[in-house]
């Protein structure tokens, strides 16, 4: 396999598609990364399940307010303007349809758009969060995440083996390889590493890419 993006270089990358003026929810662990990478000059507005409304970078180290923390428990600054509400009220705006895009990790994604992300089958820790809702709350369902699993299989899969999240909610796909939109219950190529063949992505990918149209090289920088 070529060389893959790293974790930063695809969050880097999907924070390169979020659109001026969103309200977005990341979820905890990898795509938190994404708000380091905000393009200059854009207005983006993250949203967190435990009850921030336009919360900024991470504080400098030593200078963490522990009571200001993020869903993932990790350390945030506040934006003019960032406002507080109860636990109930956050998710009534995940399902009252107020959030354009939500970002969440993946165990298997399926080409119809099924997520799974939870748990990892029988004897696993599950860890359900707020991902059931905000699946089906956001009007966007982005996913990033590496290409294959650890031990080399895809991530990407004709139909999910492990417990489903949200049936058909995933709308575009950021992983280690290329980027990749579900339509019409396939997998559509839109970017890959341009050092990898076609063949070699989908001897990767455990269900058929589709292609429409040009397909762009991904190219990111370090970060």
């Known amino acids: 396999m070529s060389a893959k993006l790293t974790n930063a270089q695809i969050a880097w990358r999907a924070a390169q598609d979020l659109p001026d003026g969103a309200y977005v929810n990341l979820g905890i662990g990898f795509p938190e990364m994404i708000a380091k990478f905000k393009p200059e000059g854009r207005e983006v507005t993250y949203h967190t399940e435990n009850g ?83 699946v089906h709350g956001a009007k966007q369902v982005w996913v990033v995440t590496d290409h294959v699993t650890k031990k080399g299989q895809p991530k990407l899969v004709e139909r999910c083996s492990l417990p489903l999240t949200g049936v058909g909610c995933v709308t575009r796909i950021y992983t280690s390889l290329a980027v990749i939109d579900v339509v019409d219950k396939h997998f559509v190529l839109r970017d890959k590493l341009p050092g990898m063949s076609l063949e070699e992505l989908q001897a990767v990918t455990g269900a058929k890419l589709h292609i429409d149209g040009d397909i762009a090289d991904l190219n990111v920088p370090e970060v």
Do not use: C, Q
């Open 52 to 134: 921030i409304l336009d919360f900024g970078e991470a504080p400098p180290a030593g200078s963490e307010d522990w009571d200001l923390i993020n869903a993932g428990k990790k350390a945030v600054t506040l934006n003019p303007g960032a406002s507080f509400f109860h636990h109930a009220d956050s998710f009534a705006m995940v399902r009252g349809g107020h959030l354009d895009v939500a970002v969440l990790g993946a165990y298997e994604i399926a080409e119809n758009g099924d997520l799974a992300n939870w748990s990892t089958g029988p004897g696993s820790v599950p860890a359900v969060g707020g991902a059931m809702d905000l």
